[in-house]
T-cell receptor, first 115, second 111 residues
């Protein structure tokens, strides 16, 4: 069972470069999320989506963009990478919103270093 | 705004001893609460959740959590810790469209 799949697993970027983190889920979940986890810190929500064509900002959206053209895919775009974006990025999905009590499932993470 | 607090950055226990990892929440009404575990270089894995009903929730790997409405707490427990339980544990709360995560507690179980 694939669940939530993220690519790449590791990436080194130079300051000012751009890249896209790919995320796909095969559970037919409506809700998808991008979190970042800084060393020794908890998770901060970057963007989330409640369905295809609908996205919204989380706590730390600056420097990122997302799109949701299909139910399965939720790519995260980093524009003009900065050292402050060095982090571990997690994509996640759930069948219904957090308030619905359904479980959120995570990908394995993408380790990004900006130098 | 909703928030979840994990007051301990780290918990150390000896193998075979009971363990408790603390979590408090702030939402009023009926919260949806979760515990997740993260092993090194891995994503978060679901352990258990409280939706409604029995205040003692049983989950994976022998873990359980006790929901206490009067103390707004949802502490994670295990009667006998294993070295393999050493990991980072996150408490989370489900909101209308989002999940709010605590800062995490590192559990160290020593042989």
């Amino acid at each position: 069972n694939a669940g939530v799949t993220q690519t790449p697993k590791f990436r080194i970027l130079k300051i000012g470069q751009s890249m896209t983190l790919q995320c796909t889920q095969d559970m037919n979940h409506n809700y998808m999320y991008w979190y970042r986890q800084d060393p020794g810190m908890g998770l901060k929500l970057i963007y989330y989506s409640v369905g295809a064509g609908i996205t919204d900002k989380g706590e730390v959206p600056n420097g990122y963009n997302v799109s949701r053209s299909t139910t399965e895919d939720f790519p995260l775009r980093l524009e003009l990478a900065a050292p402050s974006q060095t982090s571990v990025y997690f994509c996640a999905s759930s069948y219904s919103p957090g308030g619905g009590g359904n479980t959120i499932y995570f990908g394995e993470g993408s380790w990004l270093t900006v130098v | 705004a909703q928030s979840v607090a994990q007051p301990e950055d780290q918990v150390n226990v000896a193998e075979g001893n009971p363990l408790t990892v603390k979590c408090t929440y702030s939402v009023s009404g009926n919260p949806y609460l979760f515990w997740y575990v993260q092993y090194p270089n891995r994503g978060l894995q679901f352990l258990l959740k409280y939706i409604t009903g029995d205040n003692l929730v049983k989950g994976s790997y022998g873990f359980e959590a006790e929901f206490n409405k009067s103390q707004t707490s949802f502490h994670l427990k295990k009667p006998s810790a294993l070295v393999s339980d050493s990991a980072l544990y996150f408490c989370a709360e489900g909101d209308f469209n989002k999940f709010y995560f605590g800062s995490g507690t590192k559990l160290n179980v020593k042989p």
